[in-house]
């Protein structure tokens, strides 16, 4: 969208226009329609964007999660984190079967490299060496997992939870139904 202002600079009228963007950073805390959710897949771990959407469909209780969610734009959380990529989902399999509690954290890094964005988490995840070292904001130990038993176990988690594709990193418009012409 664009708006058109008519406006005096040094005395003179002026007529400008203002392209408006989407009001990031504060869309994370607003609903979003018609849009499918941002997310990347690995090893039957969920990973999201934190938005207001993900935070009522999990209902997530985490302080640490509210905190972020809260605190967004008045601590300017955003400048370090701008997406802040959440574990929102584990489809269980044998390779996460132990890695239930980490459900709900907040990915810090990958393999020593900081994931400030869906995108970098995505990379990193293709550029996995031989073990993946995830660690989550606050304490505890990292989630670790092995390359090969991730890439031996994707078709399995695939076909087992139907799922089409292992990654979404850009908003796009729910496919709606086939419009119809009109007859005349």
Same mark, same amino acid.
């Given at each position: 969208d664009s708006v058109k202002f008519d406006l005096l600079r040094n005395k003179q009228p002026m007529t400008v226009t203002i392209k408006l963007y989407k009001p990031w950073p504060y869309a994370i805390q607003g609903h979003s329609y018609d849009v499918r959710a941002r997310y990347v897949l690995y090893g039957g771990l969920l990973f999201q964007p934190l938005n207001l959407d993900m935070l009522e469909a999990y209902r997530a209780t985490d302080l640490r999660l509210r905190h972020f969610f809260e605190y967004f734009t /008045? =601590?300017?959380?955003?400048?370090?984190?701008?997406?802040? !990529? /959440?574990?929102?989902? !584990?489809?269980?399999? @044998?390779i996460n079967t132990y890695l239930a509690p980490y459900r709900g954290a907040i990915v810090d890094e990958v393999n020593g490299k900081k994931i400030r964005t869906l995108d970098e988490l995505a990379n990193a995840f293709a550029q %996995? @060496?031989?073990?993946? +070292?995830? &660690?989550?904001?606050?304490?505890?130990?990292?989630? +670790?997992?092995? &390359? #090969? $038993? /991730? =890439? %031996?176990? &994707?078709?399995? !988690? $695939?076909?087992?939870?139907? +799922? %089409? $594709?292992?990654? #979404?990193l850009r908003e796009q418009p729910e496919a709606g139904p086939p419009k119809q012409a009109n007859k005349t």
């Amino acid at each position: 969208d664009s708006v058109k202002f008519d406006l005096l600079r040094n005395k003179q009228p002026m007529t400008v226009t203002i392209k408006l963007y989407k009001p990031w950073p504060y869309a994370i805390q607003g609903h979003s329609y018609d849009v499918r959710a941002r997310y990347v897949l690995y090893g039957g771990l969920l990973f999201q964007p934190l938005n207001l959407d993900m935070l009522e469909a999990y209902r997530a209780t985490d302080l640490r999660l509210r905190h972020f969610f809260e605190y967004f734009t /008045v =601590e300017q959380i955003y400048l370090q984190h701008p997406d802040i !990529i /959440v574990l929102s989902n !584990i489809l269980p399999d @044998p390779i996460n079967t132990y890695l239930a509690p980490y459900r709900g954290a907040i990915v810090d890094e990958v393999n020593g490299k900081k994931i400030r964005t869906l995108d970098e988490l995505a990379n990193a995840f293709a550029q %996995a @060496p031989e073990q993946l +070292v995830i &660690r989550m904001i606050g304490d505890g130990p990292p989630l +670790v997992l092995d &390359r #090969n $038993k /991730v =890439e %031996a176990a &994707r078709e399995r !988690i $695939k076909t087992r939870y139907n +799922v %089409a $594709k292992e990654q #979404n990193l850009r908003e796009q418009p729910e496919a709606g139904p086939p419009k119809q012409a009109n007859k005349t």
